[in-house]
């Protein structure tokens, strides 16, 4: 085959191809306009498209099958951003292509979110896209007709593969990614940026160096305070948690009786803010345990385990070591997910308690039941000899809630006030708040027992994922629900409310009288 003519042939569905990509992200929701978007912007979105037509050519030498491949990619792309943006608020970000991982090794947490269904359809069309586009499309090594009067050889089409993703590397990296300006704000750097280059932005500011110290941790503003007093310190991150009466009064009045029982005796409570909407827990983990305002973290905000908190950060935990505090956590989950068991010991942790010390019978749903995690909580602090900081991540009130049903009989024992119709999820969801609720009176109680002074932080990491309920009952505004409480009914304090996530590390610390301020 003529080179010319071999070029040609690549080219016309390379072009289709990328006007389609273009066409793909219109479905965006929100759309990301075409008007507006700088030349870099086209420039990357264009290298993007190039390098992946490049590479799959090489493999399966079919341009057109190639160019439908690549626009698979995107519409991929454009399908989970918009199942995203719908139960979370928030686009695809960069971040968030691990996730394609673990949704492999923890189907159940992602693919319902993303219909398992469409996510079905979506496989089969695909296989079906591969079969079809093998079988009918021939290898352009192959072609021999009266256009193409000889077979093209395998080295000649590697060479122009070769030629086109480096030409493609070239006009991204000289386009400057860094100079397409980003707000950290999701929904609108995708609407200034387009989807491929808004992904290539945020890639590209994760790989920058990470200077740890210029984020003034304010741990390091922190004096030991040298009293020998060291009381047991229990924080539990309560899946899920929040105050659902605020948007829906009608719960039986037991489902929070010890969560107000605990409160009016609490030295602080009241709302907090916190960093994530329906997922994303880490965020919200990460500020606590660190005490860093998202405005500090950069692009790590969005998930600060990936890259940074592996560099070693000042947390909570770090500073109760130097106090002689054993530090350890508890989560009823594999501590590889949000690959935890290498974090944590970064962030100060002497030990991680994680699924393999519960078994099938701990279960309530299809997780491990907040009851048994007090338990161990519990046991815990009855084989402890020294001052100990546990803390707690609980499993049980994670979704999907719409895999779960409740019988009409155990939603009338939730419900003093029936709720609307499209509200099924609301029910599984007060169902597990019970357990929570039982789970924190458990421990109050056990608290109350033992003669070692301790304290008791509790806090929901965000609100839960219940779009219809939402559409049927008002939105929340994203804000959960905290106490500090101490065994020793120390007097109430008053503050304003809500506060900050980061802040409440600090506060539990000044609670407690184990810190105090650096001059």
Same mark, same amino acid.
């Given at each position: 085959?003529?080179?010319?003519?071999?070029?040609?042939?690549?080219?016309?569905?390379?072009? %289709?191809? $990328?006007? #389609?990509?273009?066409?793909?992200?219109?479905?965006?929701?929100?759309?990301?306009?075409?008007?507006?978007?700088?030349?870099?912007?086209?420039?990357?979105?264009?290298?993007?498209?190039?390098?992946?037509?490049?590479?799959?050519?090489?493999?399966?030498?079919?341009?057109?099958?190639?160019?439908?491949?690549?626009?698979?990619?995107?519409?991929?792309?454009?399908?989970?951003?918009?199942?995203?943006?719908?139960?979370?608020?928030?686009?695809?970000?960069?971040?968030?292509?691990?996730?394609?991982?673990?949704?492999?090794?923890?189907?159940?947490?992602?693919?319902?979110?993303?219909?398992?269904?469409?996510?079905?359809?979506? $496989?089969?069309?695909?296989?079906?896209?591969?079969?079809?586009?093998?079988?009918?499309?021939?290898?352009?090594?192959?072609?021999?007709? =009266?256009?193409?009067?000889?077979?093209?050889?395998?080295?000649?089409?590697?060479?122009?593969? *070769?030629?086109?993703?480096?030409?493609?590397? %070239?006009?991204?990296?000289?386009?400057?990614?860094? =100079?397409?300006?980003?707000?950290?704000?999701?929904? #609108?750097?995708?609407?200034?940026?387009?989807?491929?280059?808004?992904?290539?932005?945020?890639?590209?500011?994760?790989?920058?160096?990470?200077?740890?110290?210029?984020?003034?941790?304010?741990?390091?503003?922190? #004096? $030991?305070?040298?009293?020998?007093?060291?009381?047991?310190?229990?924080?539990?991150?309560?899946?899920?948690?929040?105050?659902?009466?605020?948007?829906?009064?009608?719960?039986?009045?037991?489902?929070?009786?010890?969560?107000?029982?605990?409160?009016? =005796?609490?030295?602080?409570?009241?709302?907090?803010?916190? *960093?994530?909407?329906?997922?994303? +827990?880490?965020?919200?983990?990460?500020?606590?345990?660190?005490?860093?305002?998202?405005?500090?973290?950069?692009?790590?905000?969005?998930?600060?385990?990936?890259?940074?908190?592996?560099?070693?950060?000042?947390?909570?935990?770090?500073?109760?070591?130097?106090?002689?505090?054993?530090?350890?956590?508890?989560?009823?989950?594999?501590?590889?997910?949000?690959?935890?068991?290498?974090?944590?010991?970064?962030?100060?942790?002497? &030990?991680?308690?994680?699924?393999?010390?519960?078994?099938?019978?701990?279960?309530?749903?299809?997780?491990?039941?907040?009851?048994?995690?007090? &338990?161990?909580?519990?046991?815990?602090?009855?084989?402890?000899?020294?001052?100990?900081?546990?803390?707690?991540?609980?499993?049980?009130?994670?979704?999907?809630?719409?895999?779960?049903?409740?019988?009409?009989?155990?939603?009338?024992?939730?419900?003093? +006030?029936?709720?609307?119709?499209?509200?099924?999820? $609301?029910?599984?969801?007060?169902?597990?708040?019970?357990?929570?609720?039982?789970?924190?009176?458990?421990?109050?109680?056990?608290?109350?027992?033992?003669?070692?002074?301790?304290?008791?932080?509790?806090?929901?990491?965000?609100?839960?994922?219940?779009?219809?309920?939402?559409?049927?009952?008002? &939105?929340?505004?994203?804000?959960?629900?905290?106490?500090?409480?101490?065994?020793?009914?120390?007097?109430?304090?008053?503050?304003?409310?809500?506060?900050?996530?980061?802040?409440?590390?600090?506060?539990?610390?000044?609670?407690?009288?184990?810190?105090?301020?650096?001059?």
């Amino acid at each position: 085959m003529d080179k010319s003519v071999l070029i040609v042939h690549i080219l016309i569905p390379l072009f %289709m191809g $990328l006007i #389609a990509s273009v066409a793909i992200e219109q479905f965006l929701r929100p759309r990301a306009p075409l008007r507006g978007r700088s030349w870099r912007a086209w420039a990357v979105h264009t290298g993007v498209f190039v390098a992946f037509f490049a590479v799959e050519l090489a493999i399966f030498q079919r341009p057109y099958f190639v160019s439908a491949m690549v626009l698979t990619g995107v519409l991929l792309l454009v399908l989970v951003s918009n199942a995203k943006t719908y139960s979370l608020r928030e686009p695809f970000i960069y971040q968030d292509f691990e996730y394609f991982l673990d949704a492999l090794k923890h189907p159940r947490l992602y693919l319902p979110f993303m219909g398992i269904w469409r996510a079905l359809a979506a $496989l089969i069309a695909f296989i079906a896209a591969i079969y079809f586009g093998l079988m009918f499309e021939p290898s352009i090594t192959k072609m021999n007709t =009266a256009t193409l009067a000889s077979e093209t050889s395998t080295t000649s089409l590697l060479i122009l593969c *070769a030629s086109l993703l480096l030409t493609a590397v %070239m006009v991204v990296w000289l386009t400057n990614t860094d =100079a397409l300006v980003i707000s950290y704000e999701p929904h #609108a750097d995708l609407k200034r940026h387009g989807l491929l280059a808004f992904l290539m932005r945020y890639r590209a500011e994760e790989r920058k160096p990470i200077n740890v110290a210029a984020m003034d941790s304010p741990f390091n503003h922190l #004096a $030991l305070n040298k009293s020998t007093d060291r009381p047991h310190i229990i924080v539990v991150q309560s899946e899920s948690f929040f105050d659902v009466r605020r948007i829906f009064a009608g719960l039986d009045p037991a489902v929070m009786h010890e969560w107000d029982k605990t409160t009016a =005796a609490a030295t602080i409570s009241g709302r907090v803010e916190v *960093a994530a909407w329906g997922a994303n +827990t880490v965020r919200t983990e990460f500020a606590f345990l660190s005490g860093l305002a998202a405005d500090k973290l950069g692009v790590h905000r969005f998930n600060p385990y990936r890259k940074m908190a592996l560099q070693g950060v000042p947390t909570l935990a770090t500073f109760l070591k130097k106090l002689g505090y054993r530090t350890l956590c508890i989560h009823p989950y594999p501590a590889s997910f949000y690959t935890r068991d290498q974090v944590f010991p970064m962030l100060g942790f002497d &030990e991680f308690i994680d699924i393999r010390a519960f078994s099938d019978a701990d279960k309530c749903g299809p997780y491990v039941g907040d009851i048994a995690v007090a &338990e161990k909580v519990k046991s815990v602090l009855n084989n402890s000899t020294e001052p100990t900081f546990i803390f707690v991540i609980t499993m049980e009130n994670h979704g999907p809630l719409h895999w779960e049903n409740v019988t009409p009989q155990e939603s009338a024992t939730l419900f003093s +006030t029936p709720p609307p119709a499209h509200c099924e999820n $609301l029910a599984v969801y007060v169902r597990h708040l019970k357990n929570a609720n039982a789970m924190l009176g458990n421990l109050r109680a056990h608290l109350e027992t033992i003669p070692t002074p301790s304290w008791l932080c509790w806090y929901g990491d965000h609100v839960p994922i219940m779009p219809q309920v939402y559409a049927a009952l008002g &939105e929340p505004d994203g804000a959960t629900d905290y106490f500090i409480w101490s065994n020793r009914r120390l007097p109430l304090a008053e503050i304003q409310s809500p506060i900050f996530i980061q802040n409440l590390s600090a506060m539990l610390l000044a609670c407690s009288g184990q810190n105090t301020t650096k001059n």
